[in-house]
Structures are given as structure tokens and as C-alpha cells.
């Protein structure tokens, strides 16, 4: 049996074959909703005109979601470089022409300004934006995004070092809705885990100013229930203004935040009285490296928090 030009199959001696390319839109987009992005664009989308309207169509371009597929896969060096951010940028632009508005997740990894600022200008309806690990992602695009995507709900800028504390401000304002956020830092006092897959020098650009971001979020951040700053640099002074601001906290993770005591962490909590579950800093380190140089300052660590959790 033979495919014809359009897609289909050929007529034989034995009768008309069913043709696929002679689906009803409706028929195509049940059968597309489907399958997941990365599946739709890898094969289907490419099979006839009819498909690829089909695929453009704007009830499946909702929600962009690319985070599943990185997450399912070991970082690599690769998702660094240029063309890895310009493929990505790409794909999402295309998302959002297609989605004609209706676009209400963006869920991905190393985007640029270039793709969100496009977002900005056609996404009045996003409501959950995750872009970890984006180095060219600034202030630029999330004060833009803020003005105009308003309805935003979660926000997720773990990893994004050139977005600071002056764009949680404005997203704060102008973006009442916003439940919660995640602003995770890599490991910067054991970043050996990402030494030849990150760049030195992106490494090295870890934000400082933990408690200009921590008077951010609680300043204008008030509705949050879910807070997430794993490896921030924040100080007993800023968790405080948090848990000040922030009242209607559900979930605090404050995973390997080093500056603040266990006794900090009682102190400033107390008053969160919808408080659910919070992760507290949790260190361990081998005791092959204990006695180095590199790790001397852990002494310090276990005497401050006095909890068996240190396993040295």
C-alpha cells in the first residue's frame, strides 16, 4: 500500500484506503491533545498540511511546558551555549504566536529576554511562569512581564541571575494574584556539582543581596503560601521581614540557607500560623573533606544550629 502526496493512503484494486490527511480539524486536535509538546513537534506536526494547521491551533498551545523533558534528562553542558538558548527561544516564540492569547503556562529552561518579551506583549493571560536556569533572562523582560501579564499566580526564577531584587518588587505590585514563588540558588558552597556543565562565570555571579531580595517578597508579596529560596544568602534580618510580611505562609523551604540559625528559624516562624511545613538547613558533609580549609567554616555551622542532623 502506497502513501499519496497528501499524507494519505492510495486507492487500491480493492477499494478506497482510509486517508488520514482527510481527518476533520476537530478529529486532529482530539488526537494531537494527546500527546505531549515534544511528541507533536518530533513527528506529527510534519505529516501534512492538515496536521501542522492542526498543531498550530490554538486550543493546544495553552500551555508550554518543556520542564518535564529537562527534568527527565542529566544536565548538560550543551543547554549552555547560544544556539541550545535560541532553539528554546524559538520554539516558545512559535508557542505564543499560535496561542493566540490564550497561552496561560510557560514552563522551560534557558529562554532569553528575547522569547519573554515577546510573552509580555502577547500573554495577557499567563498565570504560571517557570524559567530556571535562564542567564539572559534581566530585569528587562520581568518588568515587562509584570505590567502586562498581571494575572500571574506562580512564579519560578530559580537559577536566573540577572533578574534582582528590583523585579520582585515590581512583580510584587503588579501582580496581586501571585501565590507562589521559587527563587532557588545553586550550590555556592559546594558548586563542584555543577563545575563543568555551568560556566565559572555564571557561577560566580551568585546573587549577594539576599535580604534586598527578602524585603522584596515581603514587602510586596504579601498573599504568598508557598516560598522556596533554597541557597539564598538572606541573614536572620531578612527571613524576619518574611515571616513579617508574608503571613499567609503554607510552605517555607529554606534549604541550605546558611546565614540563618536554628534558633533564628523558631524565632521568626512563630507568628506564621498557617505554616504547614517548613524546610529547614540541612548539611552534610563527608568527613573525607571535613578537615580541609575549604570546609573549616562547617565547625562553625554545627555549633550554631547544635542539631545530630550534621552528620560529620
Known sequence: MKMNDKGGEETTESGPSSTWAELTHECL???????????????PMFVCKSWFLAGKDPFLNSVFDLETHFDSLTESPRWW?????????????????????????IKTRHCSDRSLNFAAERCPNLEVLSIKSCPNVTDDSMCRLAFRCTK??????SYCYEISHESLAIIGRNCPNLKVLKRNLMNWLDPSQHVGIVPNEYLNACPQDGDSEADAIAKFMPKLKHLEIRFSKLSAKGLASICEGCTELECLDLSACSNVTSRDIANTTSNLKHLKKIVKPNFYIPRSVFHTDRYSHW???DERFQTDVFRI
Open 29 to 43: 486536535i482530539n488526537i494531537l491533545s494527546r500527546l505531549t509538546l515534544e511528541q507533536r513537534w518530533m513527528g
Open 152 to 157: 500571574l499566580r506562580e512564579l519560578d526564577i
Open 299 to 301: 565547625r562553625l555551622y
Open 81 to 105: 551555549i547560544p544556539e541550545f538558548e535560541r532553539k528554546i527561544d524559538s520554539m516558545l516564540r512559535s508557542v505564543i504566536e499560535w496561542s493566540d492569547g490564550s497561552l496561560t503556562e
